[in-house]
């Protein structure tokens, strides 16, 4: 006899039982019940065949209580890891879904108004002071919604790839319909127009050409510029006369002047921010190369 206790030889095959068990499968919990099994079998260097009854039966009992719980490990690792069936399909359908938010519909509806404006600024060959009141009210909802839709949708989240697009071009499609049907009629010179126009579209290449090394940031001046072209193109729109008129002339004079120190603020952002993207790509080539 070799003298260890009956319970400690007991426990040695209790632990054999359980490991044999869990290495055929019968334990739950498969891979924990192998895990079950080499820590009994193996244990600790010097670890007495009791001892490795207990981490053997501990260990079992946590097995089953993994193998009790493997449903909802499979549900917790689809959740960490790769999205669940269909989950695509639901995030494009939420992205789809956000891009009818109120910001995009006041934009929607400043694209709509440009057509309405032109059949209204036209209407009765352009010199009707009824049809004008109109046109100026279509002109006036439009500028006014332009000065919502960007806050809303940064204010709550509302920023979508169709509103950096279509807003944009629905203030210069407002803009310039109204500055050409009014130069069509005689009632402002064409060089005007080219001015303002001109430097709308090339500061929005503009934007397009640096993008790549910062964005420029809209300016007070540039803020002032677009309020004062609003008020001087609505002054034209509608049909005044006196006083009145000669103080649309000077509005206009003012927005002329801001378009074109604005417009030349913004070639000198786009300049240096251009040399400062370039001069910090050649330095951090520098580096890696070093």
Not at 63 to 76: F, K, L, N, Y
Not at 154 to 169: C, E, H, S, W
Not at 175 to 181: D, N, R, Y
Request: net charge positive; hydrophobic share 50%.
């Amino acid at each position: 006899m070799t003298g260890v206790p009956a319970s400690a030889a007991g426990g040695s095959s209790g632990a054999r039982r359980t490991a044999a068990g869990a290495a055929s499968g019968k334990v739950p919990g498969t891979a924990m019940g192998r895990g079950a099994a080499r820590s009994a079998e193996g244990g600790e260097p010097g670890a007495t065949p009791g001892a490795r009854h207990g981490a053997a039966s501990g260990t079992g009992d946590s097995a089953a209580a993994a193998g009790d719980g493997s449903e909802s490990a499979v549900v917790d690792a689809q959740d960490d890891g790769k999205p669940a069936r269909g989950g695509k399909l639901a995030a494009a359908a939420v992205n789809q879904a956000s891009v009818w938010n109120v910001a995009n519909l006041l934009t929607m509806l400043r694209l709509i108004l440009v057509p309405a404006f032109v059949a209204l600024m036209l209407a009765d060959g352009g010199y009707d002071p009824a049809w004008r009141s109109l046109a100026w009210a279509a002109f006036a909802i439009a500028m006014i919604t332009d000065l919502f839709d960007g806050h809303l949708a940064r204010t709550y989240n509302l920023v979508t790839d169709f509103g950096k697009i279509a807003d944009p071009i629905a203030d210069k499609a407002i803009m310039g319909a109204a500055l050409i049907c009014l130069s069509a009629l005689g009632d402002l010179p064409w060089w005007v127009t080219g001015v303002i126009l001109g430097r709308e579209l090339g500061i929005t290449l503009l934007r397009f050409v640096v993008i790549r090394y910062g964005v420029i940031p809209a300016s007070r001046g540039g803020k002032l510029k677009t309020l004062t072209q609003g008020v001087a193109v609505g002054m034209y729109v509608l049909a005044l006369t006196g006083w009145l008129a000669t103080l649309r002339f000077w509005v206009m004079a003012a927005a002329v002047v801001l378009t074109v120190v604005t417009g030349l603020d913004y070639v000198k952002q786009a300049i240096v921010l251009r040399r400062r993207g370039i001069a910090e790509r050649k330095a951090a080539l520098e580096e890696k190369e070093a």
